[in-house]
């Protein structure tokens, strides 16, 4: 039997966002450690912030939550901090919306395909083998080697659909 592509679901009525938020900043610390890495406190806080709901933030929205809370804070800061961020796998960055999600499976690889809710603007995240093999293979024919994936697909989510 197959794994499950999906990393992140669209989130259900009864979801703990809080536990959520706690097992990403706990995936990122040890993922960190094992590096040998420091998840200095902006990291950690942009992290948060980006964790704080299932729907993509853009930088300047990180920038005014932290200006709120630092003085000092300004775009160079949360761009290395974002950028960190990205390399570690810890987020990843949408970019028809040029905004930024948790990634829910940090170091699962560089094929995602992200479900975007243009009604809630909810994410899900998938890491489908058959998609990313289809897309190597097609891709193989014309002689291109892929090194990385990553889709987006507008549409509709269940819990938008229904209403």
């Known amino acids: 039997m197959g794994r499950n592509p999906v990393i992140v679901p669209f989130k ?4 703990s966002h809080g536990r959520c938020l706690h097992a990403a900043l706990a995936k990122a610390e040890q993922a960190c450690k094992a590096r040998g890495l420091r998840l200095t406190p902006l990291r950690r806080r942009v992290l948060e912030l980006i964790w704080g709901s299932h729907e993509p933030v853009k930088a300047y929205d990180v920038l005014d939550h932290l200006r709120g809370e630092h003085k000092g804070a300004a775009p160079p800061t949360v761009y290395r901090a974002l950028e960190f961020l ?9 970019e028809s919306l040029n905004a930024y999600i948790g990634c829910g499976e940090p170091g699962h690889g560089n094929a995602s ?9 909810e994410v899900a995240e998938m890491d489908d083998d058959a998609v990313t093999a289809l897309i190597a293979a ?23 659909g229904a209403a």
């Open 113 to 121: 395909q992200f479900l975007i809710c243009h009604r809630c603007g």
């Open 86 to 94: 990205l390399r570690q796998g810890f987020v990843h960055k949408i």
């Open 138 to 160: 097609s891709a193989g024919k014309l002689g291109f080697i892929v090194d990385g994936q990553t889709i987006e697909v507008q549409g509709c989510c269940a819990k938008c």
């Open 12 to 15: 259900a009525a009864d979801h």
